[in-house]
């Protein structure tokens, strides 16, 4: 995964002065713009196989950003957020963005973000159609959950809803985009669906294995894609 | 049937809710004086008083009759209220004594009683209602013979009309009635014994009104009246019950009111039809071109007896009529007997027959004239009482006489009536129909007597002259009723045009919507215009106020227009002149009232009593200024909550602003501790020793932020409390620039004639630290900050001056405020945007003051704007001690 190109889009010199080395000591290599319009740029032309992206940007709005890199890439983006407002996280998720860490972060965190996020780009690209981790495996194609080796039984929705989750690990996906890709539109702002439902598969994947699906409070959920390592 | 039609009608549940805190009525109800209606009430009273309940008499007419006034007994009776009214002392039912003492249960004698001028209600009947409003419970004793609808037919059984009537709704707020009854024959006993009148009194009373044959009639009424209210009662009952019964199809009657006599009998028929058939009914008045506006008043009589006043234009009348009937499903229609000419009598085509003929879904009723007599001064045409009609008149005649003589031997007298006749349509056209005929009277006598042969004799010789002279005055009189319908139609369209006028003026006038104080303004002008004096009213607090007023000077009105301007104002109805409350006072008041509320009162003040063009133009008035008042706060409440939205989107933005500014140093200061902690065996010893400088200036950065955001707080808090004392700006801009420790050129040009001021040095310091580091942040590279120094009246002024991009005209208000910053340079300079803030704090806690200028006023052509920043301090001369 070393040598991975990161595209950090931060207007702040100070920031830039140390994830530059930050990200270069983790083997990276750093393409630094201060500008939307220049991330823009260097995203057409360097082609970097991650961005961060801050939302407080002078000359263009971050999500106008998001939106923009989102018609012509399909890279994975990480927000960075001086913003504690949830609504801004939610919108940028929903706009296409992988993931979010806010400002002040510590880096341990911020590099492995970034490491689920390159993961998840290889993922899209190779399209791995079954998933384990621990004792938990998912065949996409067959429609099979099994745990610690016996099949589990769940209910057509239940499916779905990881299946989602498992087609999208390790990436947030808030609350309308789970309620919309299971029960369709119509249904974009029942939360206590998504709640019940999450509750009822947690349970049956039992404790262990259930605390792989996280919460993020007030946004969504996230299928870990690896055991949290010991830096965070 | 459906199922919830046994449901209770909510309708009358609502009634009843209605009813729930309001005070009880009972009425009793006689045929007749003398029955005994008061004497009953008293008796009933002291047993109820004897159960303990706080009875309390407020006004008993015992017209002297010892039965009665034994009947009072110990009763506690309030005192009469004294009003003086032509050199006369009348003693009145006092209904604030009443109000005040709230007694547990008030008598009031005979509700038609109309009050002495100049107390608040016209009637007694509108005390007792007040007196329901305010939660007392009130016994009134009433005479059937004073209702509205039944004074016709009293007028027509007894011959006597009785001129104290009250509306049929009054027996509707009565809650319980008792009927007081005494047959003819003992009414009559009674009134021989001289029980009811003094014995010469009694004998007249028994051979007019107390005829047998008057009494029975009476009692009759009244008998019906109570039984309709009991069939009301059970009726209602059960439909707040629900108990389901026969309901009758819905009836509706059609009251066609016209201008002549007839129309107060139309008026009270139909609505004893409606009350009948329990029916709802609509009065209905068609203007036609031309025709002079007579009906207010049976239309105003009409209103009060609930019914649903309808005005359309329109010159068939059948046609109009008709529309409407269909319309409102009209079951009954009542019409007048109009007083049809005899060829259209002869021809079948009266009103009736041609309604009758055209329409068929209703029953037509037609009333009978009232009397000859009142049909006749209704009719009468009303005769121009100066002499300058006369006076012109005959002058005109005069000279047709004149012309004649002149012109004699040369002219036919035939040719002259044509003269005559001109004169006869000049007058129709000039004075109007009575005047015409008078000229048309006059010329063919002259001209008879004058110029038809034989001369000064009013015989006639040849027959062709006596068909001239018939042709005369046929063609004179005809020709003078033309003339003067079209004068009194060109005068009718003037004053609808004039009424227009004003209201499109008025309307026009509000297109672009004014502030409220101008608008109020105008609308007193434009009731001026109408009525003479105007002035619009408005709750201030508790009470009313004048808001604006034409004339202007009109700023204070008598006590009892007041009076009738909070009445006005709390029921939302007209009160005062020409209405039923308070109608002695100046001043006419109408509700200013829209679907959301009544917003105001309009008030005039006319001499003569108003007509009916004015007061429709004044009701139009009333309601073209609420929609406009409506209008123009709606319009502010969309501007206030705009400006407040906008406020917040800058409270956003700063907050948003304020959370970058802190968030970022922690940021960094957090990643370079981390990277150096986890890789700083890879890192090499230069990137180690940047990342610890750059934790180091963070720390500076965060520091000093968080250094201003105290003194921030401290300022605002009170707490910093400048010294005052002299100052020399040469050694305070030293100073500053040693603290800036020389980071950009700053050259300062403060020669010793520059005043010292009075401050606080270590403060104007602080200031002038903050205003530099502003300006420098701001400058080009290179170019240097100049400090100068400018005398003004009494003080002397510091001024910063940079060659700097400048602060764009919308920023230059807000740029001392907090967190605030010139937006094209968001976040792209440091800076924690409080160093302005600070400065104009600190400034203003030493009794100073502090501007900005951009573009700089003495800037060369094509530079950049740059920016002043001017600090004036009280100054001091030289000599002066501090």
């Not at chain 2, 109020?520 to 201030?540: F, K």
């Not at chain 2, 968030?663 to 010893?685: D, V, Y």
């Amino acid at each position: 995964m070393s040598g991975a190109r990161i595209l950090v889009i931060d207007d702040e010199p100070q920031i830039h002065r140390f994830l530059r080395p930050a990200l270069a000591s983790a083997g990276y290599d750093v393409e630094v713009a201060a500008s939307g319009q220049e991330g823009l740029r260097l995203a057409a032309s360097r082609s970097p196989e991650a961005v961060l992206l801050d939302l407080g940007l002078p000359d263009l709005d971050g999500q106008a950003v998001l939106r923009r890199l989102r018609q012509f890439s399909k890279v994975p983006v990480i927000v960075l957020s001086a913003r504690d407002r949830a609504g801004e996280k939610i919108s940028a998720l929903d706009a296409g963005a992988d993931d979010y860490v806010e400002k002040p972060f510590d880096l341990g965190e911020l590099l492995a973000r970034i490491r689920a996020a390159l993961r998840h780009g290889l993922a899209q690209d190779g399209a791995a159609e079954t998933f384990r981790l621990e004792g938990l495996t998912v065949d996409l194609l067959r429609r099979q959950v099994e745990l610690d080796g016996r099949p589990l039984a769940l209910s057509p929705r239940e499916y779905a809803l990881l299946a989602l989750l498992v087609r999208n690990r390790g990436r947030v996906l808030t609350h309308r985009q789970l309620l919309t890709g299971v029960w369709g539109t119509a249904h974009a702002e029942d939360v206590q669906y998504l709640r019940v439902y999450v509750g009822q598969i947690r349970q049956k994947l039992g404790t262990a294995i259930g605390a792989l699906i996280r919460t993020e409070p007030g946004i969504g959920y996230r299928l870990l894609d690896a055991l949290p390592d010991g830096e965070g | 049937m459906l199922p919830d039609e046994t449901r209770p009608d909510p309708e009358a549940l609502l009634i009843a809710a209605a009813r729930e805190g309001k005070g009880r009525l009972k009425v009793f109800l006689g045929a007749a004086p003398g029955v005994g209606k008061t004497w009953e009430m008293l008796n009933a009273a002291r047993r109820r008083r004897a159960e303990g309940v706080d009875v309390v008499v407020g006004v008993v007419e015992t017209h002297g009759r010892a039965e009665t006034e034994a009947q009072v007994g110990d009763l506690p009776v309030l005192p009469r209220l004294s009003v003086a009214y032509r050199g006369q002392t009348l003693e009145e039912f006092d209904l604030d004594a009443a109000l005040r003492r709230r007694p547990g249960l008030l008598l009031v004698d005979e509700l038609a009683h109309t009050n002495a001028p100049g107390s608040r209600h016209h009637k007694r009947w509108e005390d007792v209602a007040e007196l329901l409003e305010a939660g007392l419970d009130v016994w009134a004793t009433l005479n059937a013979q004073h209702f509205e609808s039944l004074n016709e037919t009293v007028a027509r059984i007894t011959g006597v009309r009785v001129s104290e009537t009250l509306p049929d709704r009054v027996l509707e707020m009565a809650d319980e009635i008792e009927f007081i009854d005494l047959s003819p024959a003992e009414l009559r006993a009674r009134l021989r014994e001289g029980r009811v009148y003094r014995p010469d009194m009694a004998r007249r009373a028994l051979e007019g009104f107390f005829r047998e044959g008057n009494l029975a009639a009476l009692r009759e009424i009244a008998l019906r009246l109570a039984a309709q209210r009991v069939d009301r009662d059970v009726r209602d009952y059960m439909r707040q019950k629900a108990i389901p019964g026969p309901w009758p199809a819905a009836d509706r009657v059609l009251a066609l009111v016209g201008s002549d006599a007839s129309s107060d009998a139309v008026v009270r028929h139909a609505k004893r039809l409606a009350d009948a058939l329990h029916a709802p009914w609509i009065a209905l008045h068609v203007e036609r071109p031309g025709g002079t506006d007579t009906s207010r008043p049976a239309l105003e009589i009409a209103a009060q007896l609930g019914a649903d006043v309808q005005m359309r234009a329109g010159a068939d009348l059948v046609r109009t009529t008709l529309e409407l009937a269909a319309a409102s499903n009209a079951t009954h229609i009542v019409i007048g007997r109009a007083r049809s000419s005899l060829w259209r009598r002869l021809l079948g085509r009266t009103f009736a027959a041609t309604l009758l003929r055209q329409g068929s879904d209703f029953a037509l009723h037609v009333i009978p004239l009232a009397g000859p007599a009142g049909a006749r001064r209704a009719a009468r045409r009303r005769i121009p009482r100066d002499w300058l009609p006369w006076m012109a008149a005959t002058l005109l005649v005069a000279a047709v006489i004149g012309a004649g003589e002149l012109f004699h031997p040369w002219l036919e007298h035939e040719a002259l009536g044509m003269l005559f006749l001109a004169a006869v349509v000049g007058t129709a056209t000039l004075y109007g129909l009575v005047v015409a005929l008078y000229a048309a009277a006059l010329g063919f006598v002259s001209w008879n007597f004058l110029f038809i042969p034989p001369l000064y004799a009013l015989t006639i010789y040849e027959p062709r002259d006596v068909i001239a002279v018939f042709v005369f005055a046929g063609v004179a009189t005809a020709s003078g009723w033309l003339g003067s319908r079209v004068r009194a139609e060109a005068r009718a369209a003037q004053g609808r045009i004039e009424n227009l006028r004003r209201i499109s003026a008025f309307t026009r006038k509000l297109g672009e919507p004014p502030a409220e104080p101008d608008l109020l303004d105008e609308i007193a002008r434009q009731g001026a215009a109408i009525a003479g004096l105007a002035a619009v009213l408005m709750a201030r607090g508790e009470d009313l106020d004048i808001r604006a007023a034409a004339p202007a000077s009109v700023d204070t009105m008598d006590a009892g227009s007041w009076a009738a301007a909070r009445w006005a104002w709390t029921r939302g109805e007209p009160a005062g002149r020409g209405t039923a409350t308070l109608p002695s006072s100046a001043w006419r008041f109408l509700p200013m009232r829209t679907a959301r509320g009544l917003l105001g009162i309009l008030g005039v003040r006319t001499q003569a009593p108003l007509e009916a063009p004015q007061l429709q133009a004044l009701g139009a008035l009333a309601d073209q200024a609420a929609a406009a008042i409506e209008r123009v706060r709606l319009a502010s409440e969309a501007a206030r909550s705009e400006a407040q939205a906008e406020t917040q989107k800058l409270r956003t933005a700063l907050l948003n602003s304020l959370s970058h500014d802190l968030r970022t140093p922690l940021t960094s200061i957090r990643g370079s501790a981390g990277l150096l902690r986890t890789a700083w065996g890879t890192l090499s010893a230069e990137a180690r020793v940047d990342l610890l400088a750059s934790i180091e200036q963070d720390t500076v950065r965060m520091t000093g932020f968080l250094a201003d955001i105290m003194e921030m707080t401290r300022l605002e808090s009170g707490e910093i409390v400048p010294r005052r004392e002299r100052v020399r700006l040469a050694e305070i801009a030293e100073a500053a620039i040693a603290r800036l420790g020389g980071t950009a050129p700053v050259a300062v040009h403060l020669p010793d004639s520059v005043p010292d001021a009075l401050a606080d040095p270590q403060l104007l310091e602080q200031v002038l630290v903050n205003l530099l580091e502003n300006a420098v942040k701001y400058s080009p590279d290179g170019a240097p900050v100049r400090v100068g120094a400018e005398r003004a009246d009494g003080s002397v002024c510091l001024t910063i001056a940079d060659d700097g991009v400048g602060i764009p005209p919308a920023d230059l208000p807000h740029v001392f405020d907090s967190f605030y910053r010139a937006r094209h340079e968001d976040r792209t300079r440091p800076g924690t945007g409080l160093g302005l803030a600070i400065a104009r704090g600190l400034c203003e806690a030493m009794g100073g003051t502090i501007a900005a200028q951009s573009p700089r006023p003495d800037r060369a052509r094509d530079a950049a704007p740059g920016t002043v920043l001017r600090v004036c301090l009280p100054a001091l001369t030289q000599a002066e001690p501090s």
